[in-house]
């Protein structure tokens, strides 16, 4: 079965840098859509970001806009989420996720992905 598998979360300061990964397997990689979901403590799951199967779509939640960048190596089956200049509103645990679309959309509904990892956290301190 499909395997998505974060890392790369941890405790860091504001200001700082995390570059998540996930990792994917038993999955068509190149042609799938990817994308980071973010859910802290008592609120709903949220988009963070997203790419298409080749890479050369992006899309961004206007809170992360010009601080994180998505990217993907489809020869590595991974997907990376780099995350820059964080804050304290950016704790959270993040999941990463996969959509079989033929279409360039990358819709920011979490039901809208088929598969999902387990997530991985990440705290930042002010």
């Known amino acids: 079965q499909v395997q998505l598998v974060e890392s790369g979360g941890g405790l860091v300061q504001a200001g700082d840098s995390l570059r998540l990964s996930c990792a994917a397997s038993r999955l068509a990689f190149s042609i799938y859509h990817m994308a980071w979901f973010r859910q802290a403590p008592g609120k709903e799951r949220v988009f963070v970001a997203a790419i298409s199967g080749s890479g050369s779509s992006t899309a961004y939640g206007d809170s992360v806009k010009g601080r994180f960048t998505i990217s993907r190596d489809n020869a590595k089956n991974t997907m990376y989420l780099q995350m820059n200049s964080l804050k304290p509103e950016d704790t959270a645990d993040y999941y990463c996720?996969?959509?079989?679309?033929?279409?360039?959309?990358?819709?920011?509904?979490?039901?809208?992905?088929?598969?999902w990892g387990q997530g991985t956290q990440v705290t930042v301190s002010s």
């Open positions: 996720a996969a959509r079989f679309d033929v279409s360039t959309r990358l819709p920011p509904e979490p039901s809208m992905y088929n598969y």
